[in-house]
């Protein structure tokens, strides 16, 4: 079964702290991985995309690393502001498709000052 | 640009009523698609559409109808709401898939139906 699991569920870090998230697939073919931001009551934002052949992929203080061998893939939050209080949603796309991307249920991160 | 605007913000229907909602994008966009969101549930796919006047079955299509007659817009008809249906709809929208792996979906701010 195509699955996209996300750990931890949800996640409570002091401003200014490191934080990662973890993202497990289990979905076949495998074209690509994406992280998303989701504000509260807002869509879903593009972070990062990765392909099979990239282990790591920058977006300002949000590195993701990709590894295709053991379908793991991870998010790590630098330095963490107040605004980085989302849900975090780990995608895979199966094929260059336009209808398959399977989505987690995302980790809820929220940041204290 | 606005980019992927939806309208309406919020909506209460009582069971058996009709409505439709509807997605405009400013960005020529030749994909667009609509999600339901569910507590504890990913974003499921219902329709999609690869150009104007084409529509496709997504991963939940029942219950619901879609139309894309325009380009820019993408609509998503409720014909006889249910209290299943109560979810957050977002629409998305895409460029045509070149080739490459980053086709990247753009997502608008989403629609919250209650069905009562």
């Known amino acids: 079964k195509n699955q996209v699991e996300q750990s931890p569920q949800s996640l409570i870090i002091l401003e200014g702290k490191n934080c990662t998230l973890q993202?497990?697939?289990?979905?076949?073919?495998?074209?690509?991985l994406r992280w998303y931001k989701q504000d509260t009551g807002r869509g879903p934002v593009s972070l990062t995309i990765?392909?099979?052949?990239?282990n790591t992929k920058s977006n300002g203080r949000y590195t993701a690393t990709l590894d295709a061998d053991t379908k793991q893939s991870s998010l790590h939050i630098t330095a963490s502001q107040l605004s980085d209080s989302a849900s975090y949603i780990c995608v895979v796309d199966r094929s260059y498709n336009t209808d398959k991307l399977i989505f987690g249920t995302g980790t809820r991160l929220q940041v204290f000052p | 640009n606005a980019g992927v605007t939806q309208t309406p913000k919020f909506r209460v229907l009582k069971t058996g009523q009709s409505m439709t909602l509807l997605c405009a994008q400013d960005m020529n966009h030749e994909y667009m698609y609509w999600y339901r969101q569910d507590p504890g549930m990913g974003l499921r796919l219902i329709h999609y559409s690869v150009g104007e006047g084409t529509t496709a079955k997504g991963e939940v299509p029942d219950g619901y109808n879609v139309s894309r007659l325009k380009k820019q817009n993408f609509l998503l008809g409720l014909e006889s709401a249910a209290p299943s249906q109560t979810s957050v709809y977002f629409c998305?929208?895409?460029?045509?898939?070149?080739?490459?792996?980053?086709?990247?979906?753009?997502f608008g701010p989403g629609t919250r139906l209650t069905v009562l």
């Open positions: 993202c497990n697939y289990t979905v076949s073919p495998f074209s690509n």
């Open positions: 990765m392909t099979f052949s990239e």
């Open positions: 998305a929208s895409s460029s045509k898939y070149s080739g490459t792996a980053s086709n990247e979906q753009f």
